[in-house]
């Protein structure tokens, strides 16, 4: 009995010591958790249609193709998954394709701050098997490529596109009659594309991330000064954003595009409260200390950018 007390109490320091540790670990963690803070940016998928032959029967119709749902919905999910954006429904395509595409879209006219739009350029099926005198093998193989392109709704200009392309397959055997066969496996489609979605993901995620977060002042007057933008976005109270007036554009010769140029930082706004209900309609409170008046009749002139 005193031996297992005598091993007891030596034990002991080491696990109170073992048990500090932990306890430092978890608070480390949730430091890293409560200060790495990620402003999430909006993003609205314009268009994902079926650029191949697949299903393009006689009855075919284009506003509703299963193919084009398919990957807009895988694309959605993996976006959602990585915590890093809040994704918007946009129905109605083709005026915001066409804001884009003259550079007139703001993210205040669609709402997000990247669009984006892809295809499914490829698609094919294929069966091959092998036959042997005891045994036969059937494979089922589906290929299938999509291509996407970033719009940063503010300016119009595509940041980022590119192509990739994703397989899947099974494979049955039989030997002597005995062992698992399979017909038709719709699932494969699924995984192809899904497979060819989920390598582009990262670079989305990377060229969104390139640009400071950005929203703009919704109100400015003696009843309280707003932004866009709340909690689902990440904003908390105490944060500072830089207030900056938008820069002027100017056109390039080689492209003939209208290219904006970095604006000036006239002050600084404090996040003092968030309100609203949903990610379109969130608001945050904030003051603002800046070195020269703000101009409440142009709120559209000026920009509240993350500082980096």
Known sequence: MNRLLFIFLLMLPVANAAAQRETEVIETLQQVENNGLTLKRKVAIGRFSNETQYAKGIFYDKENDPMGKQALDILSA???????????????????????????????????????????????????????????????????????????????????????????????????????????????????????????????????????????????????????????????????????????????????????LPGKKVGQATVTATGGNTPETEYSVVTVDTAEKIDATNMGNYIIEEEQ
């Open 78 to 260: 993996k976006l959602a998954a990585t915590g890093k954006f809040i994704m918007l429904e946009r129905n109605d395509l083709a005026s915001l394709l066409d804001e884009c595409q003259k550079g007139n879209g703001t993210a205040q006219t669609v709402g997000a701050d990247y669009m984006i739009i892809g295809s499914v350029t490829e698609y094919g099926r294929k069966e091959t098997g092998k036959n042997r005198v005891f045994s036969a093998q059937k494979t089922q193989t589906v290929d299938a490529a999509v291509a996407v392109r970033l719009v940063d709704v503010s300016t119009g200009l595509i940041i980022y596109a590119d192509e990739a392309k994703g397989s899947a397959e099974v494979t049955t055997k039989t030997t002597l009659g005995v062992g698992g066969q399979a017909g038709y496996d719709a699932t494969l489609s699924d995984k192809a594309i899904s497979e060819a979605i989920g390598q582009l993901v990262e670079n989305i995620v990377n060229k969104c991330a390139d640009s400071p977060w950005k929203t703009y002042f919704i109100s400015y007057d003696t009843d309280g000064v707003l932004i866009a933008g709340g909690k689902s976005q990440g904003i908390t109270e105490g944060m500072t954003f830089a207030i900056k007036t938008k820069g002027k554009k100017v056109k390039n010769p080689q492209t003939g595009i209208m290219i904006p």
